[in-house]
């Protein structure tokens, strides 16, 4: 199965634009890129998603590189309430039981 | 919004006891998911469910069974519950069981086994 990696730690200014990378060279070409984020003592809470083409919503913008072998998860303006760990995971496309594989994620701090 | 709860935010059990967690989702999603969550091991997925009495087995299935008797509703149980099995356990639903939808989580309950 396809596995994400990316940094274990990042730290941001507040009200700065947040990169956050993910590389998935093994990714195929049916499987689905999402990102969720884990506030402190919640649930992971869904972020974005997609496929092949960049795709913006409320929260955030996905940019996914030509050949998908990595993403970018963008927060446009940091606040504290952004701080969380942020997952980056594959998910096929086709249905059935699918190993996904949520990893250890990336720890975002946000300096006020 | 769509909504995941779940029966308790905190549980403290002894070594043996049968422990229910409970989840209900308010959305009428046909897929509902239980995970476990430990440090430096990230999210594992425990059993899961794609319509009212259907389960599969996920990654570590030993020692935890499931029902979902309703659509909303999906239960874990620990048999015996040991003291291996103190963690994170989350529970999860989605319109379906694929990339093309979300997961949507619920807030998680810390079970300590002693």
């Known amino acids: 199965d396809a596995k994400t990696t990316q940094p274990n730690s990042m730290e941001s200014n507040e009200e700065e634009p947040v990169h956050l990378p993910c590389n998935h060279s093994?990714?195929?070409?049916?499987?689905?890129i999402h990102w969720y984020r884990q506030l402190p003592s919640q649930g992971p809470e869904y972020v974005i998603h997609?496929?092949?083409s960049n795709v913006n919503n409320r929260m955030a913008s996905l940019a996914i590189a030509e050949d998908r072998k990595s993403s970018t998860l963008i927060l446009h303006r940091a606040t504290l309430r952004d701080a969380a760990v942020y997952y980056c995971?594959?998910?096929?496309?086709?249905?059935?039981?699918?190993?996904?594989?949520f990893g250890t994620g990336t720890k975002l701090q946000v300096i006020p | 919004d769509v909504k995941v709860t779940q029966s308790s935010r905190y549980l403290v059990k002894r070594t043996g006891e049968k422990v229910f967690l409970e989840c209900v989702q308010d959305?009428?999603?046909?897929?509902m998911f239980w995970y476990r969550q430990d440090p430096g091991l990230g999210l594992r997925l425990i059993y899961f469910s794609y319509d009212v009495k259907m389960k599969e087995k996920g990654d570590i299935p030993e020692g935890y069974s499931v029902s979902r008797e309703k659509k909303e509703r999906f239960s874990l149980i620990l048999e015996s519950a040991s003291t291996n099995q103190t963690s994170m356990y989350l529970c999860?639903?989605?319109?379906?069981?694929?990339?093309?939808?979300?997961?949507?989580f619920g807030p998680g309950t810390r079970l300590t086994v002693t």
């Open positions: 959305m009428d999603h046909e897929n």
């Open positions: 995971i594959l998910r096929p496309a086709s249905g059935g039981y699918q190993k996904v594989t």
């Open positions: 997609g496929l092949t």
């Open positions: 999860a639903s989605s319109l379906g069981n694929n990339g093309v939808r979300e997961q949507y």
């Open positions: 093994t990714i195929s070409g049916t499987d689905y």
